[in-house]
């Protein structure tokens, strides 16, 4: 895509909240937690994917077009915040998904319905294959007549990743004595963004740091390569499986502070943060933002995570003591 300005989705900044009694689980003062709240965008339900479409679609709008296609699994919030970001604009969406209709109703495919986008199931598909569908996709498109830009997987190039270069200048003005903030990754756009940021890897690339790297050297001309911190150990069964950790973790954040995670995302990235404070590596005296990059639909479309906390439900008495 041609570069070009960004075409706006959202008001700037987001908020940045203390997390108090997080970071005393953590073992971390009350001063030193805090939480960018990247879930409290307007657009869509929320997320990080918006900062991205900012430069994905205002590209897209440079080069003519008047429909939006891109790819990912049937519960991205990436293909949710696009079908949003085309509502708001007035621009046709096609999602190209791997799968068949009808395996799930749930979390983002419900939102994706009610803005409007339509959805190519491309069957029983690897990545290659649903790139490749993608494309016969806007081939298709275009053959009808219409002007289709293709959004990459996750909105993740050097285009998107702009967005996130732009939210890191715009925490250090909100909090300049930032010591680190940890995001999760997933295509990698939002870490090639921050760049200093540790990383938590989600499992939905073979290989993230290469990614990220691609990515951010293309957007700064320089290799960053050495300069990357992304922690692998969250990673569990793969991307999308519920882990102990992040269970774990999605109860720490609502018990401690009443804000929702997802299962697949924000919940691992917390689930890093806690292992790297119980190695030592987050320590007391240091500020750290957790960076919420939303998905809240998202946990209502994972089984494993639904079963799990419909299951743990307490059931009150009037007999039972406090409850703390």
Same mark, same amino acid.
């Given at each position: ?86 509502? +708001?604009?007035?621009? !046709?969406? @096609?999602?190209?998904?791997? #799968? =068949?209709?009808? &395996? /799930?109703?749930?979390?983002? %495919?419900? *939102? ?116 990357? +911190?992304?922690?692998? !150990?969250? @990673?569990?069964?793969?991307? #999308? =499986?519920?882990? &102990? /950790?992040?269970?774990?973790? %999605?109860? *720490? ?72």
């Amino acid at each position: 895509m041609p570069a070009a300005p960004p075409t706006s989705l959202a008001g700037w900044p987001t908020p940045l909240e203390k997390a108090p009694r997080l970071a005393a689980a953590l073992g971390l003062r009350e001063d030193d937690l805090w939480i960018k709240r990247d879930d409290l965008i307007g657009l869509g339900g929320g997320g990080n994917k918006v900062r991205k479409l900012e430069y994905t679609v205002g590209a897209a709008l440079a080069a003519g077009a008047d429909t939006l296609v891109t790819v990912g699994a049937p519960q991205s919030n990436h293909a949710r915040l696009t079908a949003a970001a085309g509502a +708001r604009l007035g621009l !046709d969406v @096609v999602l190209v998904f791997p #799968g =068949r209709p009808g &395996a /799930s109703r749930s979390g983002n %495919l419900v *939102l994706d319905a009610l803005f409007g986008a339509r959805v190519h199931w491309a069957g029983d598909v690897d990545l290659a294959g649903l790139a490749a569908t993608a494309e016969e996709t806007v081939a298709a498109l275009r053959r009808r007549g219409a002007r289709p830009e293709l959004i990459p997987f996750g909105g993740s190039n050097a285009v998107g990743a702009r967005g996130y270069e732009q939210a890191g200048r715009e925490l250090l003005a909100q909090v300049p004595s930032v010591d680190l903030a940890v995001v999760a990754v997933g295509s990698g756009g939002t870490m090639a963004g921050l760049v200093a940021a540790l990383g938590v890897d989600t499992g939905a690339m073979e290989e993230p740091a290469a990614a990220v790297a691609a990515m951010a050297g293309e957007l700064t001309g320089s290799d960053v390569r050495d300069r990357l +911190r992304i922690r692998s !150990d969250q @990673v569990g069964a793969g991307y #999308g =499986r519920l882990t &102990a /950790s992040t269970a774990a973790a %999605l109860r *720490l954040a609502a018990r401690t502070e009443g804000i929702v995670l997802d299962p697949v995302y924000t919940g691992r990235a917390l689930a890093g943060l806690l292992a790297a404070a119980e190695e030592g590596t987050v320590a007391p005296g240091r500020t750290t933002v957790f960076w919420h990059t939303g998905g809240l639909p998202g946990l209502f479309g994972h089984a494993e995570a639904v079963g799990l906390l419909d299951g743990s439900l307490p059931v009150f008495a009037p007999e039972d003591g406090p409850a703390h």
